[in-house]
């Protein structure tokens, strides 16, 4: 359980990092508004039409008599609900880092030389569209992978108790990997490891990858908090890949009184 502890802490040192280095984490909210604004209206829209498609999807309950027939609806639209909760909590983020993919690699990138002991950033030597190609194209498979977890949890929680107890639990962990392994991503993907090299290594270290995802994915479904926490995420997701990479980790800060955030010393 260590690592748990150890993966919590990246996530907290991220949002440290942002704390001290305001110009960057001004720049990191703009992609998250963007995206919430485009999901509340969609989750607004499920929530007014969501009992209309559970009626159209369940003919076979017309005939039913009271109040069988409210009551499996209802519980439907719940699920149905929840399970778009789920999907939302795992899709923002990709969509927020697709969106947000040259301001969240600068910041990836200023993190890097920042605790680097020569002050220098890993580069991927690619054209920015061919990196916003591939984050698409993996955001695309990590999102379907998440899809299929899902359709199974929502399966799952048709079973009594378990459904209402064990399931949402477990959602959490999914989603909290999930969550990890994409913002993680925006540094691995510049040091060229690939989206099937990237599971691989976050699966070796599963506890760790929870402690930073799981309490990630929790405080997410508070609305407006993912907008918040999403630059100090990346920030502590790229301290956590130099650590799954075995890369050396100074404690330094050379952007504090640096020019590309221009703060003054007394602000630390």
Do not use: C
Request: no cysteine.
């Amino acid at each position: 359980m260590r690592d748990f502890g150890v993966g919590f802490n990246y996530l907290l040192q991220g949002q440290r990092w942002v704390a001290r280095h305001g110009k960057q984490y001004g720049f990191g909210l703009l992609p998250g508004l963007i995206t919430l604004v485009l999901y509340a209206a969609a989750l607004v829209a499920l929530a007014i039409y969501g009992d209309d498609f559970i009626t159209w999807s369940t003919p076979f309950a017309d005939d039913w008599t009271s109040p069988w027939q409210g009551l499996f609806r209802g519980f439907l639209t719940a699920v149905l609900f929840a399970l778009a909760l789920l999907l939302s909590v795992v899709t923002f983020t990709a969509v927020t880092l697709l969106i947000g993919q040259p301001f969240y690699e600068n910041l990836s990138e200023k993190v890097d030389r920042d605790v680097s002991p020569d002050g220098t950033a890993p580069e991927s030597g690619l054209p920015l569209w061919r990196e916003l190609w591939i984050s698409a194209r993996d955001s695309l498979r990590i999102v379907a992978r998440a899809a299929l977890w899902g359709v199974l949890l929502f399966a799952l929680g048709f079973i009594p108790f378990v459904g209402q107890t064990a399931v949402p639990v477990i959602g959490f962990f999914v989603t909290g990997f999930f969550l990890t392994e994409e913002l993680a991503g925006v540094a691995l993907q510049r040091r060229r490891v690939e989206l099937r090299d990237r599971l691989t290594l976050l699966r070796s270290r599963k506890t760790l990858i929870w402690g930073f995802g799981t309490p990630l994915a929790v405080s997410f479904l508070v609305p407006f908090v993912a907008v918040f926490l999403m630059p100090g995420a990346v920030a502590g997701a790229t301290l956590m890949a130099r650590d799954l990479l075995g890369e050396e980790t100074t404690d330094g800060d050379r952007d504090r009184n640096g020019a590309d955030d221009q703060e003054p010393a007394s602000a630390n």
